[in-house]
């Protein structure tokens, strides 16, 4: 009958529409896993990538530290040399004031005995 043959031209119809649609999903289910692919491809690269610069920022941190620890290392030299300086130069400033003050009493003795010989020799002169 007619109206079997329609239904069954319907159906085919129905039929090949879903396969057109299953076969569209289909091919843009392949474009996105190619497009995955490809994506976790370029990741894995870059993640290739920023290894090898943490690496070269992780010796040169190594490095800079060494560094670091190598002019700490001199600057607690200098400090150590410094309190050193320090120390004798306030020992040789006692030992300039202990001098000054030696100086000083000799210049006064000296004064004393030249005053004591003037006055002896004037008294001899008398």
Same mark, same amino acid.
Request: charged content about 35%; glycine content about 6%; aromatic content about 0%.
């Given at each position: 009958s007619w109206r079997a043959r329609r239904r069954r031209a319907r159906r085919r119809q129905a039929w090949q529409a879903s396969r057109r649609r299953l076969a569209e999903v289909e091919a843009r289910l392949d474009q996105a896993v190619r497009g995955a692919a490809e994506a976790h491809s370029e990741a894995e690269r870059q993640a290739a990538e920023l290894k090898k610069a943490?690496?070269?920022? %992780?010796?040169?941190? %190594?490095?800079?530290?060494?560094?670091?620890?190598?002019?700490?290392?001199?600057?607690?030299?200098?400090?150590?040399?410094?309190?050193?300086?320090?120390?004798?130069?306030?020992?040789?400033?006692?030992?300039?004031?202990?001098?000054?003050?030696?100086?000083?009493?000799?210049?006064?003795?000296?004064?004393?005995?030249?005053?004591?010989?003037?006055? %002896?020799?004037?008294?001899?002169?008398?």
């Open positions: 943490a690496a070269v920022l %992780a010796a040169e941190n %190594a490095s800079v530290e060494g560094k670091l620890h190598k002019e700490v290392e001199k600057v607690d030299k200098a400090k150590e040399a410094l309190k050193v300086g320090i120390a004798e130069r306030k020992q040789l400033q006692a030992e300039v004031k202990a001098l000054e003050a030696r100086l000083s009493t000799t210049s006064r003795d000296e004064q004393k005995s030249q005053g004591r010989l003037s006055s %002896a020799a004037e008294g001899n002169r008398e």
